[in-house]
């Protein structure tokens, strides 16, 4: 099945569906790698606050450029990309719809 970009649910979609089923979960980020050309997030999603192992995981690497969003927000773009493919790892996403945006 080819990638349709509309049907790609962003991250924010995402996250609404994520926090209506689950009210008491949580969502961390680590920030892996920061150098002068590049991140790397790390994200975990936790059904409930107590949750002691991650429900799902997800990593996202972004460069710097000098154009573009990751002219002026490489790091926040990378961490929501991280989220993005973390709740896409626990099911929100449709089905052939997991590329990011700006992968596409």
Not at 41 to 66: C, H, M, N, Q
């Amino acid at each position: 099945m080819a990638f349709n970009l509309e049907d790609y649910e962003t991250v924010e979609e995402r996250l609404i569906k994520f926090w209506k089923e689950y009210p008491d979960g949580r969502i961390e980020t680590e920030l892996i790698e920061a150098t002068a050309t590049r991140f790397i997030v790390y994200s975990k999603i936790f059904r409930t606050e107590a949750d002691p192992k991650a429900w799902a995981t997800g990593l996202a690497f972004e460069t710097i450029s000098d154009r573009g969003v990751n002219a002026t927000s490489a790091l926040e773009n990378c961490e929501s990309s991280s989220i993005g493919r973390a709740l896409a790892n626990a099911g929100y996403a449709k089905r052939g719809a997991r590329p990011s945006k700006e992968e596409m």
